[in-house]
């Protein structure tokens, strides 16, 4: 086989791979949109409405508590998450450590990235049983934080690094401090950032091995932050396990929201990061 024959080929096998890949993925959504706008179509309060006492017998009511639970866990939990990886990816800066300091600790970034979901849930599970308190919503919180920090701190390190030497050059010519370089480095890697910001909170709101042991589960609307919660995912995953067809069915309906609000933030992402690259050297203007 000679060179040229080998490039037709592998060009054909990534076409390939490529087509499946979307072709899956159009079908996924493309089936739980289907089934759950049917669902939607015929009781579109299902998802605005709290559940019955036997919700998951006999399907009164509808998953108003999960869009809560999961609200009410993602967003602070993505707030502190920010903060967090904020300053740790200024930090990993050669402006504040060695590159050796940076190597180790986006070492670590790497491992606690690539760590399953679930080892977060039983990590924080361990500390509600060493200090004997219960799952609750703010356990819930703290678990997605962590599991959203590598995500958000790699996104950011890797758009501050991506920055310019020359606009850290301009800012110690005319005098800034350190400080004062860090935020102009950081609105000049907005585009980055905000992107790494919306992924880990779609992957925070699209998870549920992180809560499952540290929210906990519950048909009732969450009523403070020591409260049990449920979150859409696992919601989804007690509707498909249920003996009764019209619970069931409500798990494509709650699967619909999870689908929308995701594809929602990923156009979310790319319109903020394109409204933010006018801040970026060279970026386009608005």
């Not at 996104?155 to 301009?170: F, G, I, R």
């Not at 909170?201 to 449920?230: E, Y």
């Amino acid at each position: 086989m000679d060179r040229y024959t080998e490039q037709r080929l592998f060009g054909l096998l990534a076409r390939a791979s490529a087509a499946l890949i979307v072709g899956v993925l159009a079908l996924v959504v493309g089936v739980t949109l289907y089934r759950g706008g049917r669902v939607f179509l015929t009781d579109p309060a299902v998802a605005v409405t709290p559940p019955g006492s036997r919700y998951m017998l006999d399907g009164g009511g509808g998953f108003l508590h999960a869009v809560l639970g999961s609200l009410f866990i993602v967003v602070p939990a993505t707030v502190i998450a920010i903060v967090l990886s904020l300053s740790t990816a200024i930090y990993l800066q050669s402006d504040y450590s060695s590159e050796r300091t940076s190597e180790v600790i986006n070492m670590f970034l790497n491992v606690l990235w690539g760590t399953p979901p679930i080892v977060y849930g039983v990590f924080v599970l361990t500390v509600i049983i060493a200090v004997g308190a219960q799952t609750s919503l703010i356990f819930g919180v703290i678990a997605i934080a962590i599991f959203q920090y590598p995500i958000m701190t790699r996104y950011a390190d890797e758009a501050l690094k991506a920055t310019p030497d020359t606009v850290k050059e301009a800012s110690y010519g005319v005098g800034a401090t350190r400080f004062e370089t860090a935020r102009v480095t950081v609105r000049a890697a907005l585009p980055g950032i905000i992107a790494g910001i919306i992924m880990g909170f779609a992957r925070g709101i699209g998870d549920a091995a992180t809560v499952l042991f540290t929210a906990g589960r519950s048909t009732q609307m969450p009523g403070g932050p020591f409260d049990p919660a449920t979150t859409l995912p696992i919601l989804i995953f007690e509707q498909a396990a249920s003996f009764n067809a019209e619970v069931r069915s409500h798990a494509y309906a709650a699967s619909f929201v999870l689908i929308v609000a995701v594809l929602a933030l990923i156009v979310a992402s790319k319109l903020l990061a394109g409204r933010y690259a006018r801040f970026a050297p060279g970026g386009r203007q608005s």
